[in-house]
């Protein structure tokens, strides 16, 4: 079992930055990978960006050159550093990891969930 706890999330303007941490606990092996998605007001839930067990990252268009995604395997965390803020950035946060291996941007291919940390932006 895996747990996850996101926190960073909160008020910015627009063009500001955040920082975005998520603590795994429990049994993961370097194999796996993790992601990040967010679900805005009246949205589905959209992938974000994802890092591999080589650290290897891959970005959903709409965060690319902005967004980037790194860990701390000492300390079981990772990380999405969100830079040039926009309001179309507001929403809920989860981080998210997968057992199986190589790039994943669809929902189902994640075995566990973190609760989701918000993150507004104003204009």
């Known amino acids: 079992q895996v747990q996850l706890v996101e926190s960073g999330g909160g008020l910015v303007q627009a063009g500001g930055s955040l920082r975005l941490s998520c603590a795994a606990s429990?049994?993961?092996?370097?194999?796996?990978?993790m992601g990040w998605f967010r679900r805005a007001p009246g949205k589905e839930r959209e992938f974000v960006g994802g890092?591999?067990?080589?650290?290897?990252?891959y970005y959903s268009d709409s965060v690319k050159g902005r967004f980037s995604i790194s860990r701390d395997k000492d300390k079981n965390t990772m990380y999405l550093q969100m830079n040039n803020l926009k309001p179309d950035d507001t929403a809920v946060y989860y981080c998210?990891?997968?057992?199986?291996?190589?790039?994943?941007?669809?929902?189902?291919?994640?075995?566990?969930w973190g609760q989701g940390t918000q993150v507004t932006v104003s204009s």
């Open positions: 429990g049994r993961i092996f370097s194999s796996y990978g």
């Open positions: 998210a990891v997968a057992r199986a291996s190589g790039e994943r941007n669809y929902r189902g291919a994640y075995d566990w």
């Open positions: 890092i591999l067990s080589g650290d290897w990252t």
